[in-house]
Protein backbone atom coordinates (compact mmCIF):
# COMPACT_ATOMS: atom_id res chain seq x y z
CA UNK A 1 0.00 0.00 0.00
CA UNK A 2 1.77 3.52 -0.88
CA UNK A 3 -0.17 6.45 -0.33
CA UNK A 4 0.67 10.45 0.82
CA UNK A 5 0.73 11.40 4.35
CA UNK A 6 2.23 14.54 6.20
CA UNK A 7 5.21 12.72 6.95
CA UNK A 8 5.99 11.71 3.22
CA UNK A 9 6.27 15.43 2.39
CA UNK A 10 9.94 15.42 1.50
CA UNK A 11 11.03 14.92 -1.78
CA UNK A 12 14.43 13.59 -2.36
CA UNK A 13 15.20 16.28 -4.68
CA UNK A 14 15.21 19.18 -1.74
CA UNK A 15 18.38 17.36 -0.74
CA UNK A 16 20.29 18.87 -4.19
CA UNK A 17 22.04 22.47 -3.87
CA UNK A 18 22.28 24.54 -7.20
CA UNK A 19 25.73 25.64 -8.10
CA UNK A 20 24.63 29.04 -7.10
CA UNK A 21 24.02 28.04 -3.63
CA UNK A 22 27.07 25.76 -2.86
CA UNK A 23 29.49 28.87 -4.19
CA UNK A 24 27.59 30.81 -1.53
CA UNK A 25 27.95 28.14 0.87
CA UNK A 26 31.98 28.29 -0.03
CA UNK A 27 32.03 32.08 0.34
CA UNK A 28 30.62 31.85 3.66
CA UNK A 29 33.43 29.11 4.77
CA UNK A 30 36.19 31.37 3.41
CA UNK A 31 34.10 34.55 4.94
CA UNK A 32 34.61 32.62 8.54
CA UNK A 33 38.28 31.11 7.94
CA UNK A 34 39.04 34.88 6.98
CA UNK A 35 37.67 36.56 10.61
CA UNK A 36 38.92 33.48 12.52
CA UNK A 37 42.32 34.42 11.16
CA UNK A 38 41.69 37.91 11.72
CA UNK A 39 40.85 36.91 15.33
CA UNK A 40 43.96 34.55 15.23
CA UNK A 41 46.56 37.62 14.25
CA UNK A 42 44.93 40.49 16.49
CA UNK A 43 45.30 38.54 19.47
CA UNK A 44 49.01 37.62 18.33
CA UNK A 45 48.71 33.96 18.75
CA UNK A 46 50.92 32.14 16.79
CA UNK A 47 51.01 31.64 13.18
CA UNK A 48 50.86 27.90 13.47
CA UNK A 49 47.23 28.02 14.40
CA UNK A 50 46.27 30.39 11.52
CA UNK A 51 47.57 28.65 8.94
CA UNK A 52 46.15 25.09 10.32
CA UNK A 53 42.48 27.29 10.33
CA UNK A 54 43.06 27.93 6.72
CA UNK A 55 44.35 24.62 5.66
CA UNK A 56 40.53 23.30 7.27
CA UNK A 57 39.01 25.85 5.50
CA UNK A 58 40.10 25.32 2.29
CA UNK A 59 39.87 21.27 2.78
CA UNK A 60 36.03 21.92 3.81
CA UNK A 61 35.59 24.08 0.73
CA UNK A 62 36.89 21.45 -2.08
CA UNK A 63 35.02 18.58 -0.50
CA UNK A 64 31.88 20.65 -0.23
CA UNK A 65 33.33 21.48 -4.50
CA UNK A 66 33.30 17.82 -5.09
CA UNK A 67 30.42 17.07 -3.50
CA UNK A 68 28.32 19.33 -4.67
CA UNK A 69 25.54 17.27 -6.56
CA UNK A 70 25.35 14.66 -4.44
CA UNK A 71 23.19 13.61 -1.19
CA UNK A 72 26.00 14.73 1.22
CA UNK A 73 23.93 17.98 1.20
CA UNK A 74 21.34 16.37 3.51
CA UNK A 75 22.20 18.09 7.05
CA UNK A 76 22.49 15.35 9.02
CA UNK A 77 24.84 13.68 6.62
CA UNK A 78 27.38 12.24 8.91
CA UNK A 79 29.90 14.64 6.61
CA UNK A 80 28.82 18.18 8.30
CA UNK A 81 28.69 16.75 12.04
CA UNK A 82 32.59 15.15 11.65
CA UNK A 83 34.08 17.78 10.04
CA UNK A 84 32.78 20.77 11.67
CA UNK A 85 33.59 19.09 14.76
CA UNK A 86 37.23 18.06 13.77
CA UNK A 87 37.47 20.95 13.24
CA UNK A 88 36.60 22.80 16.20
CA UNK A 89 38.00 20.07 18.56
CA UNK A 90 41.58 20.59 16.64
CA UNK A 91 40.82 24.49 17.05
CA UNK A 92 39.85 25.24 20.51
CA UNK A 93 42.85 22.59 21.82
CA UNK A 94 45.15 24.18 19.37
CA UNK A 95 44.24 27.72 21.04
CA UNK A 96 44.76 26.44 24.45
CA UNK A 97 48.77 24.69 24.19
CA UNK A 98 49.39 27.74 21.67
CA UNK A 99 48.51 30.02 24.70
CA UNK A 100 49.32 28.05 27.70
CA UNK A 101 52.78 25.75 26.32
CA UNK A 102 51.60 23.10 28.08
CA UNK A 103 48.78 20.05 28.75
CA UNK A 104 45.26 20.68 30.14
CA UNK A 105 46.75 18.70 33.70
CA UNK A 106 50.04 20.69 33.57
CA UNK A 107 52.71 19.30 31.35
CA UNK A 108 54.88 20.91 29.77
CA UNK A 109 55.12 20.93 25.89
CA UNK A 110 58.75 20.51 23.73
CA UNK A 111 58.53 22.45 20.60
CA UNK A 112 58.63 19.20 18.23
CA UNK A 113 54.93 18.65 19.52
CA UNK A 114 53.18 21.45 17.75
CA UNK A 115 53.53 21.14 13.96
CA UNK A 116 52.83 17.30 14.66
CA UNK A 117 49.62 18.48 16.05
CA UNK A 118 48.52 20.21 13.45
CA UNK A 119 49.87 17.90 10.44
CA UNK A 120 48.02 14.94 12.15
CA UNK A 121 44.68 16.92 12.45
CA UNK A 122 44.99 18.40 9.09
CA UNK A 123 45.88 14.72 7.91
CA UNK A 124 42.80 13.64 9.53
CA UNK A 125 40.47 15.87 7.79
CA UNK A 126 41.71 15.26 4.61
CA UNK A 127 41.25 11.16 4.94
CA UNK A 128 37.47 11.94 5.98
CA UNK A 129 36.58 14.18 3.50
CA UNK A 130 38.52 11.56 0.85
CA UNK A 131 36.54 8.63 2.64
CA UNK A 132 33.15 10.45 2.82
CA UNK A 133 33.43 11.83 -0.54
CA UNK A 134 34.26 8.43 -2.03
CA UNK A 135 31.17 7.04 -1.37
CA UNK A 136 28.89 9.99 -1.41
CA UNK A 137 29.93 10.73 -5.07
CA UNK A 138 29.32 6.84 -6.36
CA UNK A 139 26.14 6.56 -4.22
CA UNK A 140 24.13 9.72 -5.34
CA UNK A 141 21.48 8.00 -6.79
CA UNK A 142 20.12 6.63 -3.50
CA UNK A 143 17.87 9.49 -2.20
CA UNK A 144 15.82 8.65 -5.73
CA UNK A 145 15.60 4.74 -4.59
CA UNK A 146 13.39 5.08 -0.90
CA UNK A 147 10.93 2.64 -0.68
CA UNK A 148 7.73 4.03 0.58
CA UNK A 149 5.35 1.94 2.11
CA UNK A 150 3.19 4.16 4.41
CA UNK A 151 0.76 1.62 5.26
CA UNK A 152 3.49 -1.00 6.47
CA UNK A 153 4.89 1.77 8.37
CA UNK A 154 1.52 2.14 10.06
CA UNK A 155 1.49 -1.37 11.19
CA UNK A 156 4.82 -1.07 11.84
CA UNK A 157 4.33 1.41 14.43
CA UNK A 158 1.08 -0.16 15.56
CA UNK A 159 3.15 -3.32 16.47
CA UNK A 160 6.11 -1.27 18.44
CA UNK A 161 3.25 -0.05 20.86
CA UNK A 162 2.75 -2.84 21.94
CA UNK A 163 6.06 -3.97 21.97
CA UNK A 164 7.18 -1.20 23.94
CA UNK A 165 4.72 -1.29 26.55
CA UNK A 166 5.68 -5.09 27.63
CA UNK A 167 9.14 -4.28 27.71
CA UNK A 168 8.69 -0.68 29.68
CA UNK A 169 6.56 -2.58 32.41
CA UNK A 170 9.28 -5.52 32.28
CA UNK A 171 11.77 -3.16 33.15
CA UNK A 172 10.39 -0.27 35.51
CA UNK A 173 11.97 -0.71 38.39
CA UNK A 174 15.64 0.50 36.24
CA UNK A 175 13.16 3.36 34.06
CA UNK A 176 11.61 4.64 36.74
CA UNK A 177 14.96 6.77 37.80
CA UNK A 178 15.81 7.54 34.39
CA UNK A 179 12.73 9.88 34.73
CA UNK A 180 12.38 10.37 38.35
CA UNK A 181 14.06 14.07 37.87
CA UNK A 182 13.01 15.30 42.07
CA UNK A 183 15.58 12.73 42.98
CA UNK A 184 18.87 12.66 41.01
CA UNK A 185 22.12 12.29 42.10
CA UNK A 186 24.75 14.88 40.33
CA UNK A 187 27.79 13.84 37.92
CA UNK A 188 30.22 14.51 40.47
CA UNK A 189 28.53 12.08 42.82
CA UNK A 190 28.47 9.17 40.28
CA UNK A 191 30.74 9.35 37.64
CA UNK A 192 33.47 7.94 39.26
CA UNK A 193 31.76 4.98 41.29
CA UNK A 194 30.19 4.32 38.02
CA UNK A 195 33.10 3.68 35.93
CA UNK A 196 34.61 2.02 38.54
CA UNK A 197 32.21 -0.26 39.35
CA UNK A 198 31.65 -1.14 35.75
CA UNK A 199 35.70 -2.00 35.65
CA UNK A 200 35.20 -4.83 38.29
CA UNK A 201 32.01 -6.16 37.09
CA UNK A 202 31.90 -8.14 33.59
CA UNK A 203 28.35 -8.05 32.93
CA UNK A 204 27.46 -4.83 33.89
CA UNK A 205 27.13 -3.48 30.11
CA UNK A 206 25.05 -6.36 29.09
CA UNK A 207 22.61 -5.32 32.32
CA UNK A 208 22.88 -2.12 30.92
CA UNK A 209 21.81 -2.74 28.05
CA UNK A 210 18.68 -5.00 28.71
CA UNK A 211 17.49 -2.70 31.95
CA UNK A 212 18.19 0.84 30.05
CA UNK A 213 19.17 1.30 26.67
CA UNK A 214 16.25 -1.15 25.32
CA UNK A 215 12.90 0.15 27.24
CA UNK A 216 14.58 3.64 27.44
CA UNK A 217 14.78 3.49 23.66
CA UNK A 218 11.33 2.00 22.82
CA UNK A 219 10.15 5.16 25.00
CA UNK A 220 11.16 7.47 23.35
CA UNK A 221 10.42 5.80 19.76
CA UNK A 222 7.09 5.54 20.96
CA UNK A 223 6.43 9.04 22.64
CA UNK A 224 8.52 11.16 19.93
CA UNK A 225 6.45 9.39 17.44
CA UNK A 226 2.79 10.02 19.27
CA UNK A 227 3.86 13.97 19.78
CA UNK A 228 4.52 14.90 15.56
CA UNK A 229 1.81 12.08 14.44
CA UNK A 230 -1.20 14.18 13.61
CA UNK A 231 -3.51 11.32 14.29
CA UNK A 232 -2.47 10.76 18.05
CA UNK A 233 -5.39 12.06 20.54
CA UNK A 234 -4.33 15.47 22.26
CA UNK A 235 -4.17 13.61 25.88
CA UNK A 236 -1.61 10.86 24.06
CA UNK A 237 0.80 13.35 23.08
CA UNK A 238 0.65 15.41 26.06
CA UNK A 239 1.37 12.17 28.14
CA UNK A 240 4.19 11.64 25.63
CA UNK A 241 5.51 14.68 25.75
CA UNK A 242 5.61 14.68 29.57
CA UNK A 243 7.55 11.25 29.49
CA UNK A 244 9.87 12.50 27.24
CA UNK A 245 10.37 16.03 28.82
CA UNK A 246 10.98 14.01 32.10
CA UNK A 247 13.51 11.82 30.88
CA UNK A 248 15.55 15.07 29.38
CA UNK A 249 15.09 17.27 32.67
CA UNK A 250 16.36 14.13 34.59
CA UNK A 251 19.19 13.54 32.02
CA UNK A 252 20.45 17.48 31.88
CA UNK A 253 20.31 17.63 36.20
CA UNK A 254 22.22 14.60 36.69
CA UNK A 255 25.04 16.18 34.77
CA UNK A 256 24.51 13.62 31.66
CA UNK A 257 25.71 14.88 28.23
CA UNK A 258 25.16 12.23 26.24
CA UNK A 259 21.58 11.75 27.43
CA UNK A 260 20.99 15.43 26.22
CA UNK A 261 22.19 14.63 23.32
CA UNK A 262 20.37 11.59 22.80
CA UNK A 263 17.37 12.67 23.10
CA UNK A 264 17.53 16.04 21.08
CA UNK A 265 18.72 14.01 18.28
CA UNK A 266 15.51 11.80 18.75
CA UNK A 267 13.26 14.96 18.33
CA UNK A 268 15.44 16.95 16.04
CA UNK A 269 15.65 14.05 13.26
CA UNK A 270 12.05 12.68 13.75
CA UNK A 271 11.15 16.25 12.49
CA UNK A 272 13.41 16.58 10.22
CA UNK A 273 13.01 13.40 8.10
CA UNK A 274 8.97 12.86 9.13
CA UNK A 275 7.29 16.01 9.29
CA UNK A 276 8.96 18.71 7.60
CA UNK A 277 12.89 20.35 6.34
CA UNK A 278 14.70 22.56 8.98
CA UNK A 279 15.68 26.15 7.55
CA UNK A 280 18.80 27.49 7.50
CA UNK A 281 18.00 29.70 11.00
CA UNK A 282 16.67 27.08 12.49
CA UNK A 283 19.89 24.86 11.88
CA UNK A 284 21.90 27.47 13.06
CA UNK A 285 19.73 27.84 15.82
CA UNK A 286 19.70 24.27 16.65
CA UNK A 287 23.53 24.03 16.60
CA UNK A 288 24.09 27.09 18.42
CA UNK A 289 21.80 26.03 21.74
CA UNK A 290 23.66 22.35 21.45
CA UNK A 291 27.29 23.91 21.98
CA UNK A 292 25.77 26.36 24.47
CA UNK A 293 24.14 23.11 26.32
CA UNK A 294 27.27 21.01 25.99
CA UNK A 295 29.63 23.71 27.45
CA UNK A 296 27.01 24.84 30.11
CA UNK A 297 26.66 20.96 31.69
CA UNK A 298 30.17 20.85 32.72
CA UNK A 299 29.65 24.29 34.92
CA UNK A 300 26.73 23.19 36.54
CA UNK A 301 26.87 19.31 36.97
CA UNK A 302 28.57 19.54 40.23
CA UNK A 303 25.12 19.34 41.70
CA UNK A 304 21.70 18.51 40.60
CA UNK A 305 19.53 20.93 42.61
CA UNK A 306 18.75 23.69 40.56
CA UNK A 307 18.40 26.23 42.68
CA UNK A 308 22.80 25.54 43.45
CA UNK A 309 22.88 25.05 39.75
CA UNK A 310 21.86 28.87 39.06
CA UNK A 311 24.62 29.90 41.84
CA UNK A 312 27.10 27.73 40.18
CA UNK A 313 26.63 29.81 36.84
CA UNK A 314 26.20 33.13 38.01
CA UNK A 315 28.88 32.71 40.04
CA UNK A 316 30.78 31.22 36.89
CA UNK A 317 29.40 34.54 34.79
CA UNK A 318 30.78 36.76 37.65
CA UNK A 319 35.00 35.43 37.77
CA UNK A 320 35.20 34.61 33.80
CA UNK A 321 32.22 36.45 31.78
CA UNK A 322 31.69 34.68 29.18
CA UNK A 323 35.11 33.28 28.66
CA UNK A 324 33.98 29.14 29.82
CA UNK A 325 32.55 29.27 26.53
CA UNK A 326 35.15 30.79 24.29
CA UNK A 327 36.59 27.94 22.06
CA UNK A 328 39.96 28.09 23.38
CA UNK A 329 38.34 27.35 26.98
CA UNK A 330 35.75 25.09 26.00
CA UNK A 331 35.81 22.17 28.80
CA UNK A 332 34.05 20.11 26.17
CA UNK A 333 36.32 20.81 23.02
CA UNK A 334 40.34 20.20 24.83
CA UNK A 335 39.86 16.94 24.59
CA UNK A 336 41.74 17.34 21.65
CA UNK A 337 44.84 18.16 24.39
CA UNK A 338 45.23 14.74 24.48
CA UNK A 339 46.82 14.49 21.30
CA UNK A 340 49.33 16.69 21.80
CA UNK A 341 49.97 14.27 25.15
CA UNK A 342 50.26 11.55 23.20
CA UNK A 343 52.83 13.18 20.29
CA UNK A 344 55.27 14.35 23.72
CA UNK A 345 54.72 10.94 25.23
CA UNK A 346 56.12 9.23 21.88
CA UNK A 347 58.55 11.76 21.22
CA UNK A 348 59.78 11.04 24.96
CA UNK A 349 59.88 7.41 24.79
CA UNK A 350 56.83 7.00 26.94
CA UNK A 351 55.61 4.71 24.13
CA UNK A 352 56.08 4.13 20.60
CA UNK A 353 53.86 3.54 17.36
CA UNK A 354 52.14 0.50 17.40
CA UNK A 355 51.72 -0.25 14.11
CA UNK A 356 48.50 -1.04 13.88
CA UNK A 357 48.17 -3.58 16.40
CA UNK A 358 45.62 -1.07 18.38
CA UNK A 359 43.20 -2.52 15.86
CA UNK A 360 43.25 -5.73 16.87
CA UNK A 361 43.48 -4.99 20.26
CA UNK A 362 40.06 -2.81 20.23
CA UNK A 363 38.48 -5.51 18.03
CA UNK A 364 39.66 -8.31 21.06
CA UNK A 365 37.76 -6.21 23.34
CA UNK A 366 34.69 -7.10 21.80
CA UNK A 367 34.48 -10.32 22.99
CA UNK A 368 33.01 -10.78 26.64
CA UNK A 369 35.37 -11.26 29.75
CA UNK A 370 33.33 -14.06 30.38
CA UNK A 371 35.24 -15.75 27.62
CA UNK A 372 38.42 -13.91 26.83
CA UNK A 373 39.26 -12.93 30.79
CA UNK A 374 43.11 -11.16 30.00
CA UNK A 375 41.55 -9.49 26.99
CA UNK A 376 43.47 -6.49 26.33
CA UNK A 377 42.37 -3.36 27.28
CA UNK A 378 40.97 -0.59 24.49
CA UNK A 379 43.08 1.86 23.18
CA UNK A 380 41.15 4.47 24.83
CA UNK A 381 42.15 3.31 28.14
CA UNK A 382 45.48 2.04 27.10
CA UNK A 383 46.05 5.90 26.27
CA UNK A 384 44.63 6.88 30.23
CA UNK A 385 47.18 3.58 31.72
CA UNK A 386 50.14 5.28 30.04
CA UNK A 387 50.26 8.36 29.93
CA UNK A 388 48.10 9.52 32.96
CA UNK A 389 49.54 6.48 35.66
CA UNK A 390 46.88 5.73 38.23
CA UNK A 391 43.88 7.46 36.66
CA UNK A 392 42.09 4.49 35.28
CA UNK A 393 42.32 2.32 38.43
CA UNK A 394 39.90 4.86 39.99
CA UNK A 395 37.55 5.59 36.95
CA UNK A 396 39.58 8.49 35.52
CA UNK A 397 39.40 9.79 31.86
CA UNK A 398 40.34 12.63 29.50
CA UNK A 399 38.18 11.41 26.54
CA UNK A 400 40.15 9.77 23.59
CA UNK A 401 40.53 12.41 20.26
CA UNK A 402 39.40 10.57 17.15
CA UNK A 403 42.90 11.40 15.81
CA UNK A 404 45.03 9.32 18.29
CA UNK A 405 44.42 5.93 17.04
CA UNK A 406 45.99 6.37 13.59
CA UNK A 407 48.45 8.90 15.18
CA UNK A 408 49.48 6.14 17.84
CA UNK A 409 49.39 3.25 14.85
CA UNK A 410 51.36 5.30 12.35
CA UNK A 411 52.28 8.49 13.12
CA UNK A 412 51.24 11.79 11.45
CA UNK A 413 50.40 10.03 8.39
CA UNK A 414 47.99 7.59 10.11
CA UNK A 415 44.71 9.56 11.14
CA UNK A 416 44.45 9.76 7.07
CA UNK A 417 44.62 6.28 6.70
CA UNK A 418 41.95 5.63 9.57
CA UNK A 419 39.78 8.79 9.05
CA UNK A 420 39.09 7.93 5.09
CA UNK A 421 38.04 4.15 6.15
CA UNK A 422 35.72 5.69 9.01
CA UNK A 423 34.31 8.93 6.67
CA UNK A 424 33.60 5.83 3.99
CA UNK A 425 32.12 3.26 6.82
CA UNK A 426 29.50 5.88 8.52
CA UNK A 427 28.69 7.47 4.75
CA UNK A 428 27.76 4.02 4.40
CA UNK A 429 25.98 4.17 7.40
CA UNK A 430 24.49 7.13 6.01
CA UNK A 431 23.12 5.92 2.37
CA UNK A 432 21.75 3.04 3.54
CA UNK A 433 19.32 4.99 6.05
CA UNK A 434 18.21 7.09 2.92
CA UNK A 435 16.70 3.77 1.31
CA UNK A 436 14.49 3.24 4.14
CA UNK A 437 14.39 6.49 5.57
CA UNK A 438 10.25 6.60 5.14
CA UNK A 439 10.15 4.16 8.35
CA UNK A 440 9.84 5.72 11.67
CA UNK A 441 11.68 3.29 13.42
CA UNK A 442 14.75 3.48 10.51
CA UNK A 443 15.08 7.20 11.37
CA UNK A 444 15.41 6.45 15.48
CA UNK A 445 17.94 3.70 14.42
CA UNK A 446 19.96 6.77 12.60
CA UNK A 447 19.68 8.99 15.35
CA UNK A 448 20.71 6.59 17.97
CA UNK A 449 23.83 5.62 15.97
CA UNK A 450 24.43 9.36 14.31
CA UNK A 451 25.04 10.37 18.38
CA UNK A 452 27.48 7.57 18.26
CA UNK A 453 29.34 7.57 15.09
CA UNK A 454 28.78 11.39 14.74
CA UNK A 455 28.14 13.51 18.06
CA UNK A 456 30.62 11.51 20.22
CA UNK A 457 33.47 9.75 18.07
CA UNK A 458 35.20 12.83 18.03
CA UNK A 459 36.02 12.51 21.54
CA UNK A 460 35.76 8.56 22.01
CA UNK A 461 38.02 7.00 19.14
CA UNK A 462 37.09 5.33 15.87
CA UNK A 463 36.59 1.62 17.34
CA UNK A 464 34.95 2.89 20.52
CA UNK A 465 32.15 4.87 18.71
CA UNK A 466 31.30 1.68 16.26
CA UNK A 467 31.30 -0.46 19.51
CA UNK A 468 28.78 2.00 21.00
CA UNK A 469 27.04 2.57 17.95
CA UNK A 470 26.72 -1.20 17.80
CA UNK A 471 25.44 -1.14 21.61
CA UNK A 472 22.59 1.59 21.24
CA UNK A 473 21.36 -0.49 17.85
CA UNK A 474 20.41 -4.00 20.68
CA UNK A 475 17.14 -2.29 20.96
CA UNK A 476 16.52 -2.03 17.32
CA UNK A 477 17.63 -5.63 16.56
CA UNK A 478 15.27 -6.80 19.46
CA UNK A 479 12.82 -4.54 17.35
CA UNK A 480 13.54 -6.24 14.20
CA UNK A 481 12.86 -9.82 15.80
CA UNK A 482 9.88 -8.98 17.19
CA UNK A 483 8.62 -7.92 13.81
CA UNK A 484 9.91 -11.17 12.40
CA UNK A 485 8.62 -12.93 14.76
CA UNK A 486 5.18 -11.75 14.37
CA UNK A 487 5.07 -11.88 10.78
CA UNK A 488 6.11 -15.91 11.55
CA UNK A 489 3.72 -16.51 14.19
CA UNK A 490 0.74 -14.67 12.78
CA UNK A 491 -0.47 -17.38 9.88
CA UNK A 492 -0.06 -20.09 12.69
CA UNK A 493 -2.63 -17.89 14.80
CA UNK A 494 -5.06 -17.52 11.81
Known sequence: ???????????????????????????????????????????????????????????????????????????????????????????????????????????????????????????????????????????????????????????????????????????????????????????????????????????????????????????????????????????????????????????????????????????????????????????FAVGFSAYVIMNLIPIIRYTANPIEMWQLLTDSLAKDGLSEFELGKSNELLTAVNLARQIQGILLGESELNWGASVVSDVLVWIPRAFYENRPLPTSEKFVEVFYPGVREIGGGYGFFIVQEGHWAFGVLGPAIFMAFFGYFVAMVHAAVMRWRDFDVVVFWYAAVYADLVMASVRSGIIGSIKAAMLHSVPFFAIALMLFAVRVLRPIAK
Open 1 to 283: MTSSTHNDRRNPQQFELSNQTVLVLLLLILVAGVTLLATMIFRDLHWRVTVFIAATAATAALFCWVTRNTTCWDIFHPSWGLLLLLALYSIASGLYIERNGRTYYGEPLIEGVYWRYYIACWMAQLGVCFGLALKVVSSSESFKNSIRTVGTNNLINRQLLVFAIIVCVACLPWLLPKLNFLSVKSYRETALSVRVERLGNDTAGIMEVATQYIPVTLMLIVCIGAMFRQSTPIAWRIISAALVGAYFVTGFLGGERYTVLYCGLFLTMYWYYRVRPLNPLTV
